[in-house]
């Protein structure tokens, strides 16, 4: 079973940056799908920033030009580097893993979310 650690969160003012990091029990690398979600209260959890097995990214729109999501296989990482920070992206962050089967279908491995909150 994977576990998933994220690290990283903080309070920042609005356009600062923030590096957020997730760390792996085992290794994620072609096997898996990985997913930065967030949770606003009051609202949905959102998929933002995932890369597949192949390597593939793809963003949401509301943070797609500033945020950048990448892999550090080596060392069973994945990391969302988040720039120009906006009040809107105060939420809890999560990192989630699945199986990679030439798609992105289920997230089953989850971590315990990091606090990012944006002041403006």
């Known amino acids: 079973q994977v576990q998933l650690a994220e690290s990283g969160g903080g309070s920042v003012q609005a356009g600062e940056s923030l590096l957020l990091s997730c760390a792996s029990s085992?290794?994620?690398?072609?096997?898996?799908?990985m997913n930065w979600f967030r949770q606003i209260p009051g609202k949905e959890r959102e998929g933002i920033a995932a890369?597949?097995?192949?390597?593939?990214?793809v963003y949401a729109d509301s943070v797609k030009g500033r945020f950048t999501v990448s892999k550090d296989n080596a060392n069973n990482t994945l990391y969302l580097q988040m720039t120009s920070l906006k009040p809107e992206d105060t939420a809890i962050y999560y990192c989630?893993?699945?199986?990679?089967?030439?798609?992105?279908?289920?997230?089953?491995?989850w971590g315990q979310g990091t606090q990012v909150t944006v002041s403006s």
């Open positions: 085992e290794y994620t690398g072609s096997n898996y799908c």
């Open positions: 890369i597949d097995g192949n390597g593939r990214r």
């Open positions: 989630a893993a699945g199986h990679f089967v030439g798609v992105c279908l289920q997230y089953q491995y």
